[in-house]
């Protein structure tokens, strides 16, 4: 079964071809079924996230996530709290403006404003397969702000002369993810005021032209609660695959995926199959899981395998789909690693998996130890069943940089950051990151991290375990 002609026809009329009633044949045998199964949960996991994501912040108009529909900013000047449950494992460091976009029916062109030199920011660009294809911002465009292009697969217009970079997306459906550094509670409008200059329009708006035809409307589908831990998720999958022509290193995955009736655009549908046949998917999807669970154990907890290699473009990833489904269960749209570097506590130095019921931890950076980032570092706290920020009284979800004036130095210089649940002793709380009274795991973010974070010359401390 071929792929390009499909995908061309879908994505001028996807809500037509959704609602056929054929789907794709199921020929593989229940063994073969199982270990396609396990290949195509860990490939298709990362697209069905981010849907959720798409769908509660650009179409579901009534719920509280929604920020903008597409093709539209939608911007968020305050940090992230515990009730911010749009994605897993935000951080607070930097308020989000969000842009969701359709490149059917011609390119999108993002305007930055110049701003600060000491402010750091970013616009993170994310296909459908969570690739970080392109980066706007300090590091990669500096802050003089300019006039960038975003182009579909299938764009083959030329540059305006005055716009500054054209950048292209493997997929018509893409993510643009800002992050504009906020100093402290009183920097808020100063904030409100960048995010307020960021500006998002179609080509032919930029350029004051007649608008191309519309493409056809689509129909999206409704998330549901087991969409990406049971057989539906291939559903949504042939949904999303729909938006993004076949890459020729995936075409042969692809054929294989066919034979369980994974196919772009098409209906999948679990009440045709057998029993055999659905618990084959079953198991299949049980064995991915637990290859990512001993991946984990071995490989990430132990810090082998650090967050950049997760987080990147389809050439950084070389299609390596359990680093990217790693990426996208830990903490979806992360920064690649040029950009930020990111460092998870989800056990302690004995290896057993942090508990705030169970321990109070410390974290001591020896003096002139202190994370290496040009931009600013931040520690931020996560509840380990949620994946969420964690209430608490203080209000407090993070400690950072901005915040060194304000905590207490050890005697020799260091810093002795407590994570726990309870209250620590009055000389402590300065440097208090309130955990839950459970699991839970931290993440230090170094935001463009200096050479001696990859090299290996610089080595986090240890979460201990206060005895």
Do not use: C
């Not at 290949?39 to 069905?48: H, M, Q, R, T």
């Not at 500096?142 to 997306?169: A, C």
């Amino acid at each position: 079964m071929t792929f390009a002609k499909p995908t061309r026809l879908l994505l001028a009329g996807v809500s037509l071809l959704l609602s056929a009633s054929a789907w794709a044949d199921f020929t593989a045998s229940p063994e073969e079924a199982r270990g396609i199964a396990k290949e195509a949960y860990l490939y298709g996991f990362p697209v069905v996230e981010m849907y959720k994501t798409l769908y509660t912040q650009a179409v579901d108009k009534t719920g509280a996530n929604f920020k903008a529909p597409f093709n539209r900013i939608g911007n968020t000047a305050k940090v992230f709290t515990p009730k911010d449950t749009a994605f897993v494992t935000p951080n607070s460091d930097t308020p989000y403006s969000f842009v969701w976009m359709d490149l059917r029916a011609e390119p999108l062109v993002l305007t930055l404003p110049q701003i600060a030199e000491e402010r750091y920011y970013s616009v993170q660009l994310i296909d459908l397969f969570t690739h970080n294809f392109a980066y706007l911002g300090t590091r990669s465009t500096g802050n003089k702000g300019g006039h960038f292009m975003v182009v579909g697969p299938d764009w083959k217009g030329q540059q305006p002369l005055n716009i500054d970079r054209v950048v292209r997306s493997e997929s018509n459906i893409a993510y643009a993810l800002y992050r504009t550094q906020l100093f402290d509670d009183k920097d808020l409008e100063k904030v409100r005021k960048i995010q307020g200059n960021y500006k998002v329009q179609t080509l032919s708006q930029y350029l004051k032209q007649p608008a191309p035809a519309t493409p056809a409307k689509i129909s999206w589908p409704k998330p549901t609660a087991s969409m990406t831990d049971s057989p539906e998720l291939f559903r949504y999958l042939n949904f999303m695959l729909a938006f993004a022509p076949a890459q020729d290193s995936e075409k042969d995955l692809l054929a294989r995926f066919a034979r369980i009736g994974i196919v772009a655009g098409q209906p999948f549908d679990l009440k045709a199959l057998s029993v055999e046949q659905r618990k084959a998917l079953d198991d299949g999807i049980s064995d991915a899981k637990a290859e990512f669970a001993a991946f984990k154990k071995d490989q990430v907890d132990t810090h082998q395998v650090v967050s950049g290699d997760f987080f990147g473009t389809r050439d950084h990833l070389d299609n390596n789909y359990l680093y990217r489904y790693a990426g996208a269960n830990m903490g979806i749209f992360g920064n690649s690693a040029d950009e930020a570097a990111y460092i998870g506590y989800f056990v302690d130095s004995g290896g057993k998996p942090a508990n705030g019921a169970k321990h109070s931890y410390t974290l001591h950076f020896a003096k002139d130890q202190l994370p290496p980032a040009d931009a600013f570092w931040s520690l931020t706290m996560y509840d380990g069943k949620s994946k969420l920020l964690v209430a608490n009284h203080q209000q407090r979800y993070l400690i950072n940089s901005r915040m060194l004036p304000n905590l207490k130095r050890d005697a020799d210089g260091g810093l002795t950051l407590y994570v726990q649940h309870s209250v620590p002793l009055k000389e402590q709380r300065s440097n208090w990151l309130p955990a839950p009274h459970g699991p839970f795991y931290a993440v230090l973010r170094l935001y463009l991290p200096k050479p001696e974070v990859a090299n290996g010359q610089w080595k986090q401390p240890a979460l201990t375990p206060i005895n």
